[in-house]
């Protein structure tokens, strides 16, 4: 069974940093391509960012609004994936889902883990 | 990279068959065939049901189909359940920004 458990979400002060952890199991992660998708409060889905495999060369894109704030990195050895968040704006605050990628779409995901960036 | 346009909610009796557009750009919908469909129950994980426009994962039930025309692809659920009562996001890839774009989401409700 696909399993994919986040945690690391919490309360967060504007302008800081929150780094979110994914573990998974079920399926081979070292092929896996990962994303991050968040879910502001009432609002929809927006994909947050993707890193490729390994024999994928490891690249990561990622949504403009996040762009040189998030940094989406994983561990083979461990089956996770981390999403680390810097310079954090009320405008982050969501649900943030671990989500394994299948070439043009979102296969599985997690139940989330909630961020709230709030003074 | 704009949100694709769904409505914002839909409704339907038991029986019935409903359908969601989800309309985007030549940049997006219309230029690729990598159009997926969720289903997003509040409070647990979204499901993937439809992918590449007009697949179903195995194990998603065939009341559910995707069809695209133009900058336009739509879901439509046939033989509505109680259960099918959720949100759903449709989701394309983005060329130019080598990104992904979600709709904004329709409420399904069931009557």
């Known amino acids: 069974e696909v399993q994919l458990v986040e945690s690391g979400g919490g309360l967060v002060e504007p302008g800081g940093s929150l780094r979110l952890s994914c573990a998974t199991s079920g399926f081979n992660f070292n092929d896996a391509w990962m994303s991050w998708v968040r879910q502001a409060p009432g609002k929809g889905l927006e994909w947050v960012g993707r890193?490729?495999?390994?024999?994928?060369?490891?690249?990561?894109e990622y949504a403009a609004p996040v762009k040189g704030r998030f940094i989406i990195s994983r561990d083979d050895s461990q089956n996770t994936l981390d999403l680390q968040m810097n310079s954090l704006r009320i405008e982050d605050t969501g649900v943030y889902f671990c989500v394994w990628v299948n070439v043009g779409w979102f296969h599985s995901w997690g139940l989330g883990t909630l961020v709230t960036v709030s003074s | 990279q704009s949100a694709l346009t769904q409505p914002a909610s839909v409704s339907g009796s038991p029986g019935q068959s409903i359908t969601i557009s989800c309309t985007g750009t030549?940049?997006?919908?219309?230029?690729?065939?990598?159009v997926s469909w969720y289903q997003h129950h509040p409070g647990k994980a979204p499901k993937l049901i439809i992918y590449d426009v007009t697949k179903r994962p195995s194990g998603v039930s065939n009341h559910f189909s995707g069809s695209k025309s133009g900058n336009t692809a739509s879901l439509t659920i046939s033989g509505l359940q109680s259960d099918d009562e959720a949100d759903y996001y449709c989701?394309?890839?983005?060329?130019?920004?080598?990104?992904?774009?979600f709709g904004g989401g329709t409420r399904l409700t069931v009557l």
């Open positions: 890193i490729k495999s390994k024999r994928g060369g490891e690249t990561k």
């Open positions: 030549n940049s997006d919908v219309g230029n690729y065939n990598l």
């Open positions: 989701c394309s890839y983005e060329g130019g920004s080598n990104s992904w774009v």
